[in-house]
């Protein structure tokens, strides 16, 4: 028996040891390598810049043990908002840009929203890894600080690019580009009021508007080009309306929608997956002030001041209709009754509504605050403006964000006014000298680090030269940092208006 055991387990042992030898032999494979992209010390999480007509160079850092021989390289690119609903899951628009391992390439796709895929093939084993990148696509001009300022009597735009507000902009394309509009278009335009942009449900793209005082001008947002010069066809207005446009602003959150007000009547547009810029007039028994000022509520979007009646009325956010306020006799004033003309209207500290008011009959004026988050207003405080040097029919108004003070602006005089306080009224900086303040705001973008920390002021020199200062200040108290009162932004006729151009 004993014999029989050993020859059984000596014949067992052979067959396996064949087996495993064999096993060996009939499979010709090559050991599965590694394949990674490394993207350490790149900065690629919040996306990528390229300019239109430019050369863009990316080269990741490819982990790969085994011969670089045996690698495929394919870069594509791909709209981040397909234009076709099969392209959401797939993406045929792609477009093949290059095949080697370092892109550098000249970008030809018309400014927006990409995304940019990099895919790397191991041949001989047939993996592979991918790296996606988001890429803003712009031209030179789709990004800046828009400057509409004049010449003898003519108008014309021009972009500041500064990193303070483009965050992610290349240091060496810090500047100013003179002269846009009429570079682009030939001409220069003999009356202008405001600038203001469009942003379209669902999409990218926006259309960028100069304002006169009787129609305007819509502009290819990333070229300045003149799309259209005629205001009864650009928008949606009834025949025989008195062409004078006073303001415009756009709410991009929520149920997006748009609002103009023009001859003291307003035009809105609630829309929908639609590239419409402004619906029907809102008729009615009111004369609509020129401010539009945005409110948290939950029913409406935007309010404005009825000059003719002396009320707040906000404007429906469900559709081009107008709410109304209770009235409220009982607190601090009347939303719904007040006899005063108003001078400047704006939203700021804790999302109330400031509204400064002149009373006629005294000369004094006053500034008004309330609560408008809710579908009855909530008058907060009236503060007696009397101890505050300067202020006019002329005088420039900024409220913060993010503390209880403005900054109003006077000839060459900017004031900062802590409305709560004893102290009132003091000088913000040291009076300029042979300039005049004419336009000023304080910076607001959503995420940006310096949202209600920087403000804006435009002055024009006796000599007829336009500046822009960019003065950081402390958001809680309002102090300004005297230090970019050295370093302002030269070379402009007599600024207007200018908008952060997103």
Request: charged share 20%; with cysteine; glycine share 8%.
């Given at each position: 028996m004993k014999i029989i055991n050993l020859t059984f387990l000596w014949i067992?042992?052979?067959?396996?040891?064949?087996?495993?030898?064999?096993?060996?032999?009939?499979?010709?494979?090559?050991?599965?390598?590694?394949?990674?992209?490394?993207?350490?010390?790149?900065?690629?999480?919040?996306?990528?810049?390229?300019?239109?007509?430019?050369?863009?160079?990316?080269?990741?850092?490819?982990?790969?043990?085994?011969?670089?021989?045996?690698?495929e390289y394919l870069w594509k690119i791909y709209p981040q908002k397909p234009d076709k609903p099969e392209d959401q899951i797939?993406?045929?628009?792609?477009k093949i840009l290059s095949r080697e391992p370092v892109f550098d390439e000249v970008i030809y796709e018309?400014?927006?929203?990409?995304?940019?895929?990099?895919?790397?093939?191991?041949?001989?084993?047939?993996t592979n890894t991918y790296l996606t990148v988001k890429m803003r696509v712009e031209s030179s001009l789709s990004r800046g600080l828009c400057v509409l300022d004049e010449r003898d009597g003519l108008f014309d735009l021009s972009v500041i690019k500064s990193t303070r507000l483009i965050t992610d902009l290349d240091p060496?394309?810090?500047?100013?580009?003179?002269?846009?509009?009429?570079?682009?278009?030939?001409?220069?335009?003999?009356?202008?009021?405001?600038?203001?942009?469009?942003?379209?449900?669902?999409?990218?793209?926006?259309d960028f508007f100069l304002f006169t005082s009787d129609g305007g001008y819509k502009m290819d947002h990333n070229t300045f080009e003149v799309l259209v010069d005629d205001y009864a066809a650009m928008f949606s207005f009834p025949t025989g309306m008195t062409f004078a446009p006073q303001t415009y602003t756009t709410v991009k959150t929520g149920s997006p929608a748009e609002y103009l007000i023009n001859d003291g009547k307003v035009?809105?547009?609630?829309?929908?997956?639609?590239?419409?810029?402004?619906?029907?007039?809102?008729?009615?028994?009111?004369?609509?002030?020129?401010?539009?000022?945005?409110?948290?509520?939950?029913?409406?979007?935007?309010?404005?001041?009825?000059?003719?009646?002396?009320?707040?009325?906000?404007?429906?956010?469900?559709?081009?209709?107008?709410?109304?306020?209770?009235?409220?006799?009982?607190?601090?004033?009347d939303v719904n009754r007040v006899d005063k003309e108003l001078v400047y209207m704006e939203q700021g500290y804790s999302n109330y509504t400031y509204a400064v008011f002149k009373?006629?009959?005294?000369?004094?004026?006053?500034?008004?605050?309330?609560?408008?988050?809710?579908?009855?207003?909530?008058?907060?405080?009236?503060?007696?403006?009397?101890?505050?040097?300067?202020?006019?029919?002329?005088?420039?108004?900024?409220?913060?964000?993010?503390?209880?003070?403005?900054?109003?602006?006077?000839?060459?005089?900017?004031?900062?006014?802590?409305?709560?306080?004893?102290?009132?009224?003091?000088?913000?900086?040291?009076?300029?000298?042979d300039e005049t303040i004419t336009r000023m705001k304080i910076f607001r973008k959503d995420a940006h680090p310096l949202d209600g920390k920087l403000l804006l002021v435009a002055t024009c020199t006796t000599a007829?030269?336009?500046?822009?200062?960019?003065?950081?200040?402390?958001?809680?108290?309002?102090?300004?940092?005297?230090?970019?009162?050295?370093?302002?932004?030269?070379?402009f006729g007599k600024i207007k208006d200018f908008v952060d151009k997103e």
């Open positions: 067992l042992s052979a067959i396996c040891l064949v087996g495993c030898y064999e096993d060996k032999g009939n499979y010709d494979y090559k050991d599965l390598i590694s394949l990674g992209i490394d993207t350490v010390g790149k900065n690629l999480d919040a996306g990528v810049t390229a300019y239109q007509f430019e050369n863009y160079t990316l080269d990741p850092k490819v982990k790969y043990a085994g011969d670089a021989n045996d690698l797939l993406y045929d628009s792609a018309t400014p927006g929203e990409y995304y940019l895929n990099l895919s790397v093939t191991d041949k001989v084993s047939n060496a394309r810090e500047g100013v580009v003179y002269n846009v509009f009429s570079n682009v278009n030939t001409y220069k335009v003999a009356d202008a009021k405001f600038l203001a942009q469009a942003f379209y449900y669902g999409s990218s793209a926006s035009h809105a547009m609630r829309y929908m997956y639609q590239e419409t810029v402004f619906g029907d007039r809102i008729d009615g028994d009111y004369v609509a002030a020129p401010y539009l000022v945005k409110i948290p509520s939950e029913n409406s979007y935007t309010l404005f001041f009825d000059q003719a009646n002396k009320r707040f009325i906000p404007v429906s956010k469900w559709g081009t209709s107008l709410n109304t306020y209770e009235s409220t006799p009982g607190a601090v004033f009373d006629e009959g005294t000369s004094d004026y006053y500034l008004y605050e309330a609560d408008f988050s809710n579908d009855q207003a909530t008058p907060k405080e009236v503060y007696d403006m009397s101890g505050c040097p300067g202020i006019d029919e002329n005088t420039l108004f900024t409220f913060g964000s993010r503390g209880a003070y403005c900054f109003y602006a006077s000839g060459g005089n900017l004031y900062r006014y802590n409305y709560t306080t004893a102290s009132a009224s003091e000088p913000a900086i040291p009076a300029f000298i007829g030269e336009g500046k822009l200062y960019f003065l950081e200040f402390n958001e809680i108290s309002g102090t300004v940092n005297m230090q970019g009162l050295e370093t302002p932004y030269k070379g």
